[in-house]
């Protein structure tokens, strides 16, 4: 079973560059993490202040060992989130046929 995580920002006012950039060296890492499927990085087609991180992992495990590296912590919570409006995160499981969990 995968596990998912979508996270939503609002980047403050003419932070949006600073933001991406800072994300496009995280999503370089996490692409390289045990576990990591996939780490993409969107910017909103009609707000650019709107940023959602699609990342998917093998377990859940794996996304704590992902909040635990130097470069989450550096990277995110040093210096993206201070460049935020607002933040929300995702955690989700995918649902198999039916409904039923994958």
């Known amino acids: 079973m995968t596990y998912v995580v979508v996270a939503r920002y609002r980047t403050l006012p003419g932070k949006e560059d600073e933001v991406l950039a800072l994300l496009d060296t995280m999503a370089e890492a996490s692409r390289q993490e045990p576990g990591n499927r996939q780490y993409r990085v969107h910017r909103g087609a009609e ?44 955690r989700l499981t995918p649902r198999g046929p039916k409904g039923a969990a994958a």
Do not use: I, M, N, S
């Open 47 to 90: 707000d650019p202040r709107t940023v959602v991180l699609y990342e998917e992992y093998d377990a859940e495990a794996d996304f704590d060992a992902h909040c635990a590296t130097g470069h989450f912590q550096d990277l995110v919570l040093g210096k993206v989130v201070p460049l935020l409006e607002h933040r929300e995160v995702l």
